[in-house]
């Protein structure tokens, strides 16, 4: 049976990943519960999906009585601090894939059952109001920690700097890069090498920096450092503004609209023209430009290379 290529292409589109939460979406969502949650006494906390919490000790009870002082982000990281110097007691959440917050100005009165439906974790405040930690689908990845200290989460105690980060510089992501053989693409998602870019944002960074997703790092001159360093912080800038003040509902759509080639297989380059396209690998893809991102050369597809074997 023939495969159809250009089906193929569309039907990518399905399943691309731009609704994950990466920096700008997680600052937007800090900002957030830095308004609505601190201040507020935490009343209750139930996880009603008992994988989603990695830590027992401070147990989950250690935030009920405490009052939120403080909202900070680490890289993708939300960090709800409750309490304050040997007293306090850090709720740090990681979405992952398909997790998201739903907050409530008044939390619904139904009673959660364990192992049942999207909601891993309640949190709910003293003035009624508080929020859902959600996740769909069947691969469970959202993680809960209840931590003396933020350093305490292995996610957050890898974290490479914020790229964000006035005090980090053009000499400072030169000096990341150097001796790094490996490809770009790769690089930029490395939370260990650079905290809270993931696959949308370095989709739009590359393309931004008309640059090929397969560059090696090491190799990168000097002229591409800085193009590369310039879309990166313009691009990560502009997106953190257009997700700043939007409730957490808001924040995919925002999302979606504001992107130029991620998640926008077949459709044309808002830039050259040129039709979007895309490479897929067993669980992920991400999408490019070739005209303005590889001398217009397509880069092969990984899943269809093999399909058509």
């Known amino acids: 049976m ?26 937007a969502l800090t900002a957030f519960l830095r ?3 601190v201040g507020h006494v935490i009343t209750s906390a139930a996880v009603t999906a008992i994988s ?4 027992f000790d401070p147990p989950l009870g250690a935030l009920v009585g405490g009052t939120i002082t403080a909202a900070t982000r680490h890289g993708k990281f939300v960090d709800l601090r409750a309490g304050e110097g040997d007293a306090a007691v850090h709720l740090v959440f990681h979405l992952a894939r398909a997790g998201w917050l739903r907050w409530f100005e008044e939390v619904p009165k139904t009673v ?10 309640r949190v709910k405040l003293d003035d009624g109001s508080g929020f859902d930690l959600t996740e769909a689908g069947t691969k469970k990845s959202l993680a809960v920690y209840v931590v003396r200290d933020p350093q305490d989460v292995p996610g957050i105690a890898r974290l490479g700097p914020d790229p964000t980060d006035p005090s980090f510089t053009l000499e400072d992501f030169q000096a990341v890069l150097d001796g790094r053989r490996t490809q770009i693409k790769g690089v930029l998602r490395d939370q260990s090498v650079f905290a809270g870019i993931g696959n949308a944002y370095s989709d739009e960074i590359l393309h931004a920096a008309r640059m090929s997703p397969y560059a090696l790092a090491a190799k990168l001159t000097p002229e591409q450092v800085a193009t590369l360093f310039a879309a990166l912080r313009e691009t990560l800038a502009e997106a ?3 997700a700043s003040g939007r409730p957490p509902a808001d924040l995919k759509d925002a999302k979606r609209r504001g992107m130029q080639v991620h998640g926008r297989t077949g459709q044309a380059c808002p830039v050259c023209g040129d039709t979007v396209r895309e490479v897929r690998f067993a669980d992920s893809s991400f999408q490019y430009c070739p005209t303005c991102q590889t001398g217009g050369k397509p880069l092969a597809d990984r899943v269809l290379s093999r399909l058509l074997k």
């Open 2 to 27: 023939p495969i159809d290529v250009a089906a193929l292409a569309s039907a990518g589109g399905r399943w691309h990943d731009e609704g994950v939460p990466e920096l700008p979406e997680v600052d």
């Open 35 to 37: 308004e609505r949650a």
């Open 52 to 55: 989603a919490l990695k830590t």
């Open 112 to 121: 959660l059952k364990p192992g049942k439906g999207p909601i891993a974790l």
């Open 240 to 242: 953190v503004q257009t």
